[in-house]
């Protein structure tokens, strides 16, 4: 099979989850736009996120948070979801909201806070049982802000025995991915800050833990696809939270400020995923899913373009000639290795997206199919 019938059957099988929180009103800490016609609750999330599956093909799965999407019937909202050709996907507790967790979660000095978080996130586990969600995203906004505040080897311990007594518990078919985060809202020290400590913690978790990579946790610079091959190489990458950033964790959408940034992350997951071994088997069980705030601009549209930009970089990712690839790099050819990346980034896949959503049976210009549809005159009308 020639590199574009492979790429094509890999483009088919492409799928990102969509959030829950990306539908419905969010914004910074300074102000939350109400954008007409957002979601209201998680049903109106539902089915938006329905809309956005049937216009790319790309999301049949949607995240939730919890408590925010709260229902007291979860297999009926299992069932509104699938009625709509969609399912329930990652479940993400919160532990950073109540005014409990004003010093942490688990890494708490207070051990009934602790197991507060711990009962929390157990009663996500049965809403997973309810829902069919297999992954647990779990962040903790766990740090401090002043020096002396605590201890870190302290908060360190509490942490750890928390996550090892969650993780002992875990549902067989449940993969836990741990999310690391650099600064926000602790501003001194973050008690999970990088991609390092979320992998020496998930070491001490057992297989079914893993690192979950949001594009906008790093400090400035990070090379973030050379920490995914590591991790990937490690069999520690779980999966990643997409977005763009330019500054901090600005939640923009992904691919909209570094696309070429996003085309060299696909690289390193299709390259693990051709070469086989630890990496190859790890790429291939990657959960990936956007993380997006849409604070300034119509929700769905955003959630849309954010799926065709990661559908893109997969896509010219895939063209990438390793075989030759591989030649310049044992030869030290430098600027023939740097250039036969460059190709692929710079091939124009529009034709060949454009066959994918065809034979996906979704419009060939789904951003065109949205503003056509009348979809977000709609939602106005409806839930002005
Ligand atoms: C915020 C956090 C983190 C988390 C997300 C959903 O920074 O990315 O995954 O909220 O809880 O963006
Ligand atoms: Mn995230
Ligand atoms: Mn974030």
New binding site residues.
Partial sequence: MDRTEKAFQALLAQEIET?S?AYGPSGTRFQVFHIPGEARNVWEKLEDAALVHRLTGLAPRVAL?IPWDWVEDWHGLRVFAEERGIGIGAI?P?LFQDGDYRLGSLAHPEARVRSKALAHIRECLEVMRATGSRVL?L?LADGINYPGQDSFRARKQRLLEGLQELCASLPQDVRLLL?Y?FF?PAFYATDIPDWGTAYALVQRLGAKAQVLV?L??HPQGTNIEALVAFLLDEGALGGF?FNGRKYA?D?LIVGSINPYELFLIYHELVTADEEGGVAGETARRLVFML?Q?HAIEPKVEAVILSLLNCQEAYAKALLVDREALREAQEKGDVLLAHRILLEAYRADVRRLLAEVRQAKGVPVDPLRAYREGGYYEEAVRRRG
């Fill in positions: 959030p929180w948070h993400n919160n995203s962040w999310e985060k926000e949001d906008g946790h939270h964790d939640d993380d705030v």
